[in-house]
């Protein structure tokens, strides 16, 4: 009989144990999808703005919910990088893109789209490359030396060759005597490669 009793108290509490610890399981677990469900409405937020063409409050939503959710949503790689294609930012968006079309495949929901839209970005991010090239790459005259013909003379730029500059002053225009060419208003042609590069020194 006693031991029927211990047995029995015994079951009582590991009962009671499993039953308390599946509660506070519960509750997390609760807790945890009330958080979830309430990012998920984030995420729809986002895809509204997206669509009526507000981008950047689009992208806040969207970068709230990449923040804060622990596994991300494969919608949300769809949705994140299409929103970033209209702030074009295109290597994010082809980040985003891939992957999800790595994890969609051909067949998801937004698969064709994602596919358009990476093919799109690409091309964007392609030029944007080449414009940078170019930038790094461009050629300016003042890297030269002009040649100025056989006189070897240059009418001074700064003058127009009048060998006299005009300024608005208080009282009327005032005249001052060109700082760079000679009295007739020309430049050697030294003296013209300097004035490109901003080294010709004043000399009137
Ligand atoms: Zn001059």
Redesign the pocket.
């Known amino acids: 009989m006693r031991y029927l009793i211990c047995t029995l108290l015994l079951v009582i509490l590991v009962c009671d144990s499993f039953g308390q610890r599946t509660s506070v399981e519960d509750y997390k677990l609760q807790q945890e999808q009330m958080k979830k469900s309430g990012l998920l409405q984030q995420m729809d937020s986002g895809v509204y703005y997206m669509d009526i063409g507000d981008h950047v409050t689009a992208d806040a939503k969207f970068r709230y919910v990449l923040e804060n959710i622990k596994s991300v949503p494969s919608d949300l790689t769809f949705f994140f990088g299409k929103n970033s294609y209209y702030l074009s930012k295109y290597k994010q968006t082809i980040d985003w893109l891939t992957k999800y079309i790595q994890l969609k495949g051909t067949n998801g929901q937004y698969s064709k789209e994602a596919a358009s839209l990476l093919k799109d970005a690409e091309t964007e991010y392609m030029k944007e490359k080449a414009n940078e090239m170019q930038k790094t790459g461009e050629v300016l005259s003042a890297n030269y030396d002009i040649d100025c013909g056989p006189s070897g003379k240059v009418i ?8 006299v ?1 005009i300024k608005k002053g208080a009282f009327g225009p005032e005249y001052t005597t ?4 000679n009295n007739h ?1 020309l ?1 050697t042609c030294e003296q013209y490669n300097q004035l490109l590069r901003g080294e010709l020194k004043k000399v009137n």
């Open positions: 001074c730029p700064v003058c127009k060759g009048d060998h500059l060109c700082p760079y060419c208003g430049l």
